[in-house]
Antibody
């Protein structure tokens, strides 16, 4: 079964750091275009970051310089290192696989709350 | 960056109704338009990709059409499990992965 399972969310103070993990099964993260998408409470979907199969990375302007996407091929896991967290980073973070230019497999989401 | 809009932002409907949701891109995106369904507390699910191709396992009552800047998602006969929020997303020029603001379908 093709599956993504996120972990690592939690409650952090502004300025803090978190690392989200997204463990894949049934396919290889290294061979796929992988994305992080977030959803603030009661809001719509917002793209955060992507990593191409070749390793090229891109970020939304709102997280550029603070977040880093990476992957561990041996563990078949995608990561999102989140530094200098802000209140507006609060939300549910989903990882997803892109296939045929669409996000066809999504994780269940992990909740990040940034509050003092 | 390509901006996506959707209309309506919400709509009320009854079981068996035919409903249509519209998505518009700020510039031509050919047929690179995807539709997702999201239920409360759950991850989005891919319904349609490349404007009109049903993802595996998606019921045939869902239909997507359009090209260029204007697209539609139609549900031919609304079922109880279809009450959800629907998002469009362009994949013509990515990143960024631009999503529409969503359309919430709720019970009349």
């Amino acid at each position: 079964e093709l599956q993504l399972v996120e972990s690592g969310g939690g409650l952090m103070q502004p300025g803090g750091s978190l690392r989200l993990s997204c463990a894949a099964s049934g396919f290889s993260v290294s061979n796929n275009y992988m994305a992080w998408v977030r959803q603030a409470p009661g809001k719509g979907l917002q793209w955060v970051s992507v990593i191409f199969a070749g390793g090229e990375t891109h970020y939304a302007d709102s997280v550029k310089g603070r977040f880093t996407i990476s992957r561990d091929n041996s563990n078949n896991t995608l990561y999102l290192q989140m530094n200098s967290l802000r209140a507006e980073d609060t939300g549910v973070y989903f990882c997803a696989r892109s296939f045929r230019a669409a996000l066809d497999i999504w994780g269940q989401g992990t909740t990040v709350t940034v509050s003092s | 960056d390509i901006q996506m809009t959707q209309s309506p932002s919400s709509l009320s409907a009854s079981i068996g109704d035919r409903i249509t949701i519209t998505c518009r891109a700020s510039q031509s995106i050919n047929i690179y338009l995807n539709w997702y369904q999201q239920k409360p507390g759950k991850a989005p699910n891919l319904l349609i990709y490349a404007s009109s191709t049903l993802h595996t396992g998606v019921p045939s009552r869902f239909n997507g059409s359009g090209s260029g800047t204007d697209f539609t998602l139609t549900i031919s006969s609304l079922q109880p499990e279809d009450f959800a929020t629907y998002y469009c997303q362009q994949s013509y020029s990515t990143p960024p992965l631009s999503f529409g603001p969503g359309t919430k379908v709720y019970v009349k």
